[in-house]
């Protein structure tokens, strides 16, 4: 079991930046690819960033690609989403999401753990 908690969102003005945190218990977080989604009112949850259980490899989703960067550090269970150049319609609840893989994952059916989500708002 994995549990993964979520933080670093907040209301910011267009054109901020902010920085996603989200910590896994457990002791084989090296073992898991991880994934950051997100969700906007009446919306489907949507990919943003992917990253391989080892950090070797990322996968953005083309609307954040260039302004969002995906990385992990194993040894403080820890995955991070560097948020640049924020947009109003990246106003979103952000999940972070584990699953038992090696390879960078993007569907949400293939995740085996999600955490609660912190929310993203961005001004205009």
């Known amino acids: 079991q994995v549990q993964l908690v979520e933080s670093g969102g907040g209301l910011v003005q267009a054109g901020d930046s902010l920085r996603l945190s989200c910590v896994a218990s457990?002791?084989?977080?090296?073992?898991?690819?991880m994934g950051w989604f997100r969700q906007a009112p009446g919306k489907e949850r949507e990919f943003v960033a992917a990253?391989?259980?080892?950090?070797?490899?990322?996968y953005y989703a083309d609307s954040v690609k260039g302004r969002f960067t995906i990385s992990r550090d194993n040894a403080k269970n820890t995955v991070y989403l560097q948020m640049n150049s924020l947009k109003p319609e990246d106003t979103a609840v952000y999940y972070c999401?584990?699953?038992?893989?090696?390879?960078?994952?993007?569907?949400?059916?293939?995740?085996?753990?999600w955490g609660q989500g912190t929310q993203v708002t961005v001004s205009s």
């Open positions: 990253i391989s259980n080892r950090g070797a490899n990322t």
């Open positions: 999401a584990a699953d038992y893989t090696i390879g960078v994952v993007t569907t949400p059916e293939q995740y085996d753990y």
């Open positions: 457990g002791r084989t977080f090296g073992s898991y690819a």
